[in-house]
């Protein structure tokens, strides 16, 4: 959980000293499976026990190897970091 909350806060420090700490951060969007995803968007994937997973968007972190993660929140309330190649939009679970 530490490194979760770093890098928002990270994101939420540079966003001050850029001056626009007067609004809503702009969070990126990313194409995945040929639509574009922002914050906010519910995504969905199998899980490792192959289950079907869902989650609300928090934000987009891309590691040094190029691979964007989504941060997400699932319903029951943990967080989990998902690669966007394993994901496809979704509709609230």
Known sequence: MGRYLDIIRQIE?????????????????????????VPGNWIAW???DGTERSGVVDFFHTDADGIVWAF???????????????CTKSEPA
């Open 13 to 37: 420090e540079a966003h001050k000293q850029t001056g626009q700490d007067k609004g809503p951060v702009q969070w990126q969007s990313y194409p995945v499976g040929g639509l574009s995803l």
């Open 46 to 48: 199998q899980g490792a």
């Open 72 to 86: 997400c929140t699932p319903p029951e309330g943990r967080w989990c970091a998902v690669n966007t190649k394993h």
